[in-house]
């Protein structure tokens, strides 16, 4: 039996072609996606073999589907290698917020608490898997960082002492740190979260499991789906800024074939990595690990995150 990875958001972007990098590489991919016939219409159109992937129902805006997927994948008796947390929302233009059935802000569910249950749901499944190398990897982005010329843009992450989520984070509260909701801040903040989850795994588990836990900045790629929600001339704009005035862009295609090598390569078996290929791109870069943010590498804000998260998605 091949190793299996579950990848969330699979259905475009960095999921779809890392789907498609790791099925290169012999892997089975579960693509865990919200919209089943969406997932299978995107692996056709890369023409991805129909028995090397799986797609499996999970909706990351409501916990009790993590639950639902967690049951389901459990059952399948599927030899877990790898879970590739990658799904995303960004809604930049949002002047409310939109709500999980459970009434947590939606960036932070999808992104974040989602994510949080998930790994430790399936962490259960990890540690029980015979293979040697099992890998956990969790998508950064640049943005979480404003110590980078990428992050240095406002509004930016500030989780402050956790106000927002020690005080249940329902109605009225929308953000981490209980102040009014801003929706950009809202996505910074929870790959803030991403970022300490990764070194909170790895904190609490590398060591008994010998799972590595990893994070990565792909690169800009500018014109995935990320940015469906932002004004249409932002995404004619943005990419063309990014290709020919930073140089930061990176194609969805190389950004897949990267997350696929944190995945699988020898090189990047180091846990408690946060690796980039930096700013300015081309296809020959090299990876390098790099340092994450004052608030992103702070340990007590990674435990107190970690335990407000366990009561919020109710895993004490
Ligand atoms: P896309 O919008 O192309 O992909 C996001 C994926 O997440 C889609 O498959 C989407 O599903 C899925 N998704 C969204 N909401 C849910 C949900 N409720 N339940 C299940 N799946 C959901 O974005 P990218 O590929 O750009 O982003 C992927 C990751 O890469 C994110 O974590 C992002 O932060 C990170 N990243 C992206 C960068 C970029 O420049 N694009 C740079 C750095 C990091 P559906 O198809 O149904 O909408």
């Known amino acids: 039996q091949k190793p299996t990875v579950i990848i969330t958001g699979a259905s475009s972007g960095l999921g779809l072609y890392s789907t498609k990098a790791l099925v290169d590489r012999e892997w089975h991919v579960v693509m865990a996606c919200r919209d089943v016939s969406k997932a299978g219409n995107a692996a056709r159109s890369l023409n991805i073999p129909q028995d090397s992937y799986t797609v499996m129902q999970i909706d990351l805006g409501d916990l009790n589907s993590v639950r639902d997927f967690s049951r389901k994948f459990t059952g399948s008796g599927k030899l877990l290698g790898a879970l590739v947390c990658n799904a995303a929302i960004y809604m930049p233009l949002l002047k409310e917020p939109l709500r999980s059935p459970e009434g947590y802000e939606l960036t932070m569910t999808t ?39 990428g992050g240095k843009v406002y509004p930016r992450p500030d989780l402050g002492k956790l106000e927002g989520f020690e005080a249940g984070f329902k109605d009225p509260i929308s953000m981490v740190d209980g102040k009014k909701f801003e929706p950009v801040k809202a996505y910074k903040d929870s790959k803030v979260c991403n970022i300490l989850t990764m070194l909170e795994l790895h904190r609490r588990y590398h060591e008994s499991t010998g799972i590595t836990f990893t994070s990565l900045y792909p690169g800009c790629v500018a014109d995935t789906l990320l940015f469906r929600n932002h004004y249409r001339l932002f995404q004619k704009l943005f990419p063309l800024f990014q290709k020919y005035i930073t140089k930061g862009y990176v194609s969805q295609e190389l950004a897949g074939e990267r997350v696929a090598r944190i995945v699988v390569e020898p090189e990047f078996k180091q846990s408690g990595a946060y690796w980039s290929w930096g ?33 919020l998605v109710g895993i004490e």
């Open 111 to 149: 992104n974040h608490l989602s994510h949080f249950l998930l790994c430790n749901l399936m962490l259960e499944q990890l540690k029980k898997s015979p293979l040697k190398d099992k890998r956990l990897v969790i998508l950064g982005t640049v943005t979480h960082n404003p110590d980078e010329p």
């Open 279 to 311: 700013n300015r791109n081309s296809q020959n870069r090299k990876a390098f690990l790099q340092k994450v943010s004052p608030q992103a590498r702070d340990d007590d804000k990674a435990r107190s995150m970690w335990e407000a998260s366990a009561k």
